[in-house]
């Protein structure tokens, strides 16, 4: 285990984290870590679209003048793409030049938006790799569905351009170590969408709490207390969108038919495309605490218990969990709830009323010994609290994330990026890490529950407040209720699990050409 504890400058910080990266590479190349895990396919896809002259990548090395025109384009603009695009579209110096989305309805829809409020043409592209291919674009920005994060950064790396990626990163283990190589060896500036490592009030109060005025660190507890509905129920495959193509809709997950109602969004709680609210919602406040108590390298173990409770739909990742990342004597625990406060809120108006935890739904707490850290979602505020929960410290500041991101592009230095990528590549695993303890888990009780959860005070007591929250909304947490995933052991050094092969199986899947990954070096 690495836990770095003492306060250090947001410069430093960067060094820190970047000479890590670098070390990473060299080290995962000599070893073949990816090669060596079980499900992993290494192969060229069997149709490649994309080839990576030498003068394309070289030639953006470069230093660009602050007025100098940067050209982006924007693949995924369904949702959160859209914002991508008002986010360049406001920096002087910066056009968006043109949409991506292998949706026509959608792609039709937001090129039409554009053309409106700019009054001039948008390209709009329904293949992503039609764009790595133009020598006149130097930006991507990927906000697809996760499946897609991992492989187009790396293949937007390969082509020369820089990339702003939406999170998670990636949609598992394997996939982030892919992208880290391919940033490290072609020296591209690729920053994660984790904003709140833009926000100086929390920059701030983290320092300050490293400055020792709440005594020390004991627990880090990230919240997504979410109403999440059910997706509803299908009776057989349904028939995706017209307009869209739905093989590179799938690219690299498997194609399977479609088994819900709704192709859009609802794939964040399909476990081949999505990764739960864990993964939504989970990886900004896992973020939030893994940078509060520095820890640079994978926990010492990992646990989950928890499931899809209350309802039966065709979405299968948990909306009910606790999961526990152990790093010695700082615990850093998760908390997902989809249900309301209790059945009368449920039957009355679901979003109404939901639970909260030092009066916060969604937020990451540092506990320490003399107080908290509270930190809410929103990226621009955070507070400190005593031993009685009085606020005795706040700050709010927020920044722009995408203008840091273009400072560093234009400087060829990421060291001046707030999230790196490597940064959101380890709270990404983090979030994976959960996924597979809880994948791995069997039925249990209530009862089963907190035997499993031990001796370890933090994780039994957010499990029991778990299991008061599901009998509040007339869950039977019965013999066979829960999933009670194993506590698995980490060996952080080599970034696999100590001797668990069906663990370490599911740090990867198996690759469908030819959405394929290029082989690592």
Known sequence: MEINRLPMSKRAYHCCAMTTRRDFIRTTAATGLIAALPGCVSSTPSAPRLRTPAALVQGTMRTRRPDEELRVAVIGVRGRGWNHVQAFQRLDHVDVVALCDCDRGVLDRRAAEFEHLHERRIDAVVDYRDLLERS?????????PNHWHALMTVEACNAGKDVYVEKPVSHNIAEGEHILEAAATTGRIVQAGTQSRSCPAIRDGIAWMHEGHLGGMTVARGLCYKPRQPIGLVDGPRTPPDGIDYDLWCGPAPMKPLMRRNLHYDWHWDTDTGNGDIGNQGIHQMDICRWAIGALSMPQRVGSIGGRLGYRDDGN???????????GTIPLLFEVRGLPKDLDSQQRNWNGSMDTYMGQRIAAVIHCEGGALVVP????????????????????????HFANFITAVRSRNSAELNADIIECVRSSNLC?????????GAPGSAADAMQAAGDHAAYGEAVDRMINHLHANAVDVGAST?????????DPAHDRFAQDDAANTLMARVERAPYTFPERS
Request: hydrophobic fraction near 40%; charge should be negative.
């Open 317 to 327: 990742t948990p909306n009910t969990q606790v999961a526990l990342l152990e790093y």
């Open 377 to 400: 979602t929103g990226a621009r505020d955070c507070w400190a609290v005593d031993a009685d929960g009085r606020r005795i410290e706040s700050w709010s500041e927020s920044a722009d």
């Open 432 to 440: 994976h890490l959960a996924s597979i303890s809880h994948a791995l």
């Open 482 to 490: 829960l999933s009670i995933g194993p506590t698995l052991e980490i």
């Open 136 to 144: 006149d674009i130097d930006i991507v920005s990927i906000a697809t």
